[in-house]
């Protein structure tokens, strides 16, 4: 059974700083690098959102909001993924969620996950 847990949510003030874990166990399907992998969120009230993905090829894609400020990384002898978050804004408040084994990036990043998540862990931002 595959499990993901994530990890590293919290509260900060705008412009800080927050990363992001995911653990992947009980893969058993060969290396996570060769599967599209990624993060969505949501906020109360809001349709879900994708953040950042990886395809099984390794590129990556980034919503425009987060672009220059999120950076997404795979460690595949960890079946581990993370999300580097800095300069923090208020919008960028919500349950975060890792997606593993997405169908394809593209429908991830327009909301749309597939594949397996778990609880998320959530990320409050406030002054």
């Known amino acids: 059974q595959v499990d993901v847990v994530e990890s590293g949510g919290g509260s900060v003030q705008p412009g800080g700083s927050l990363r992001l874990s995911c653990a992947v166990s009980g893969w058993t399907y060969g290396s996570i690098g060769s599967i599209c992998m990624g993060w969505f969120r949501q906020a109360p009230g809001k349709e879900r959102e994708g953040v950042a993905a990886i395809a099984s090829d390794g590129r990556t894609s980034y919503a425009d909001s987060v672009t220059g400020r999120f950076t997404l990384s795979r460690d595949t002898e960890k079946n581990a993924l993370y999300l580097e978050m800095s300069n923090i804004s208020l919008e960028d408040s919500g349950t975060y969620y890792c997606?593993?084994?997405?169908?394809?990036?593209?429908?991830?990043?327009?909301?749309?996950?597939?594949?397996?998540w778990g609880q998320g862990t959530q990320v409050t931002v406030s002054s």
């Open positions: 997606a593993v084994k997405c169908m394809n990036p593209i429908s991830l990043m327009h909301g749309i996950p597939t594949g397996i």
